[in-house]
């Protein structure tokens, strides 16, 4: 029997405007509702609108200066701080209400979970993963991921995972629950010595109480389907094992791609559908089936993200999509008037996303990441770093 998906959207996410020419430009949410539709995934799916986060979820996260820079920085954007008014941040009217509605998406998501009415819900508009406690920061203005687990900590769940496959580091919901031995954060990511922001060595694995709850996984720029699915699988059912989170919350960048204009990672669509197969099997082996999905990173607007993200709606709702599907006329000529650039003709790069499993030894190019990475937490979980057997 398929899993019960709630899936949280509303036009009023395209409004998270900044600049037809700023990399988080919201056409590629269109487009991929746009392609989801016209390839049936969301066929008899009743949408869920959300409300904007109130100030009482977002002060859980946020500082109220904060809050208060950012409702007022379009009226006053001189000199306001906070990173706003920046060229990743830059400030707009609106501003305010956009963020606190992407991140009332989440919580309206976490909602679903917390309820009942759902074992998996979905907010593609979330996973702005780099928003600090008082500053803006990576096109991130509010947190949403971290305003949804900490609001997921106030319903009395003791058990978050939160597992994050954005090219980028997730700075900020690490920061958000270092210390917190409740919610265990796994970032994979491409190497902080070659990408922004410059975070996630492994050793950095939390503090105090938290000691072993912050996991980073560095990846070297040119890693592929291959390398990372292997390092993903060296390092993070073992620990969702060990832990067994109450619910599995992922943030699912597809800025991994190798034609993503910001960074240096080389992996395909293929392999983005492989690791969304896999999360939705650990959702169900290690978190009891309760799988909150948010989106993320992902600047090749209309030749990855649609497609990338159209198989993510399709694993959550059990729908998987076959590589091979044809990609339907009128959306080709809906994002034509987008862009002139190649579109894609299917949902496959025509990669093959198999991999070997780590053995315990060094052999591959990702090897010394994976066992930096388990050397520095697996001890604190009563795992043995150097036996692939854990």
């Not at 209309?302 to 399709?314: E, G, I, K, Q």
Request: hydrophobic share 40%; glycine share 10%; proline share 7%.
């Amino acid at each position: 029997m398929s899993a019960r998906t709630s899936v949280v959207w509303t036009p009023e996410f395209l409004t998270y405007q900044l600049s037809d020419d700023h990399p988080l430009n919201p056409v590629r949410l269109d487009l991929m509702m746009e392609l989801s539709r016209g390839l049936g995934v969301l066929d008899g799916i009743d949408l869920i609108e959300p409300q904007a986060a109130t100030d009482a979820e977002l002060t859980r996260v946020h500082t109220p200066g904060y809050q208060t820079a950012v409702r007022s920085a379009p009226e006053a954007p001189f000199g306001v701080g906070h990173g706003l008014g920046t060229a990743d941040n830059p400030i707009f009217f609106g501003m305010h209400e956009a963020a606190s509605l992407i991140a009332g998406g989440s919580v309206a998501a976490a909602r679903e979970i917390a309820e009942g009415r759902a074992d998996r819900a979905v907010n593609l508009a979330g996973g702005l993963h780099h928003a600090m406690p008082d500053r803006a920061a990576g096109f991130c203005v509010y947190n949403d991921c971290s305003v949804a687990i900490a609001w997921l900590l106030d319903q009395g769940y003791e058990r978050i995972a939160y597992v994050d496959v954005d090219v980028h580091h997730g700075d900020g919901v690490q920061a958000s629950f270092y210390d917190d031995p409740r919610v265990l954060t796994i970032s994979l990511h491409q190497h902080p010595l070659t990408l922004w922001p410059g975070t996630g060595w492994a050793g950095e694995y939390g503090r105090g109480d938290g000691e072993g709850y912050a996991v980073n996984v560095a990846l070297p720029p040119g890693t592929g389907d291959a390398g990372w699915l292997r390092a993903f699988h060296g390092v993070v059912p073992s620990l969702l094992e060990a832990f067994r989170p109450q619910v599995l919350v992922t943030e699912c960048g597809a800025d991994t791609h190798a034609e993503d204009p910001l960074a240096n990672l080389e992996l395909s669509v293929d392999g983005h559908r492989a690791i969304y197969r896999t999360l939705r099997e650990l959702a169900e082996t290690t978190a009891g089936g309760k799988w909150l999905v948010l989106g993320g990173g992902g600047y090749s607007l209309y030749r990855v993200v649609p497609r990338s993200w159209t198989h993510l709606l399709a694993v959550s709702l059990d729908r998987d999509l076959h590589p091979d599907t044809t990609i339907p006329a009128d959306w080709m000529a809906r994002a034509s008037t987008h862009t002139r650039a190649p579109l894609p003709v299917s949902m496959s790069d025509g990669a093959d996303p198999s991999f070997e499993k780590w053995g315990g030894a060094f052999g591959e190019r990702v090897d010394s990441s994976i066992l930096e990475t388990r050397r520095a937490v697996f001890p604190l979980h009563g795992l043995e770093p150097d036996d692939p057997r854990d």
